[in-house]
């Protein structure tokens, strides 16, 4: 599903160390995986590079056995359109929207995700309406401003726009960053129960480490990096 091969990333040419500097790293699908690391070992960064928003300065990133760095860029925003579902650390959610409406935003770019949608419910706002349920938003909720709702309701906002038309991969950068801890770890669950759902595979990146017992596998950023913490 990921594979990465010698990848090393500079931001600028005169940098002395890398931010990322991975010789392997391989994901199967359907997997959970926790990727954490002290704030500037590059997390951000990597989730970047996965996302194809960024390309290495050299080496291969391969998802779903197509090298993505070697995609031009409109081919890369198609593919990730099509195949990853992004929770942003901040939500990312247009405020003046409802929770159903900026939840379709997450297939809009993409006929695919569309299509997949279509799949699971008549309509893709019933199948908006599906996933906000599934994750603990209640119909009551479903229709007013995503403003007027709490932080741990934007989340599952964030997470329904992200599962939205199954995509293969969901990548998830700090979104527990705001709850206390018994929120966080419920929130989580709820992001298992989602991805077995979709079949997707979930890389879930986090410097709170009180999350790692939850996954069955957890990538230490900095031991991949042959335990060097990088420039950031």
């Not at 990727?35 to 960064?45: E, V």
């Not at 990133?61 to 197509?66: A, G, M, P, Q, R």
């Not at 198609?78 to 942003?88: E, P, S, T």
């Not at 966080?184 to 759902?197: G, H, I, N, P, T």
């Amino acid at each position: 599903m990921i594979t990465l091969s010698n990848v090393l990333f500079k931001w600028h040419a005169q940098q002395a160390s890398p931010t990322i500097n991975i010789a392997s790293l391989h994901i199967e699908q359907g997997e959970h995986v926790f990727l954490h690391g002290p704030s500037g070992c590059g997390k951000s960064t990597l989730l970047s590079l996965l996302a194809g928003v960024t390309t290495p300065n050299q080496g291969t990133i391969t998802l779903l056995d197509k090298a993505v760095n070697q995609l031009s860029n409109s081919k890369r925003d198609r593919f990730r359109a099509d195949h990853i579902g992004y929770i942003f650390q901040n939500f990312n959610l247009l405020p003046y929207l409802s929770p159903i409406e900026n939840v379709i935003l997450g297939c809009q770019f993409s006929k695919l995700r569309q299509k997949q949608a279509l799949n699971n419910s008549p309509s893709i706002n019933l199948e908006a309406s599906r996933l906000l349920t599934a994750l603990g938003l209640t119909d009551a909720l479903q229709h007013q401003a995503v403003s007027k709702l709490s932080i741990g309701q934007q989340q599952r906002v964030a997470a329904a726009r992200a599962f939205i038309g199954s995509p293969e991969i969901i990548i998830a950068d700090e979104p527990t960053s705001a709850l206390d801890t018994q929120n966080r770890q419920a929130f989580v669950k709820l992001l298992f129960e989602q991805a077995k759902a979709t079949h997707s595979t979930l890389v879930f990146v986090s410097h709170d480490e009180t999350l790692q017992g939850l996954f069955k596998r957890s990538v230490n950023l900095v031991e991949l990096q042959g335990g060097t913490h990088v420039a950031a």
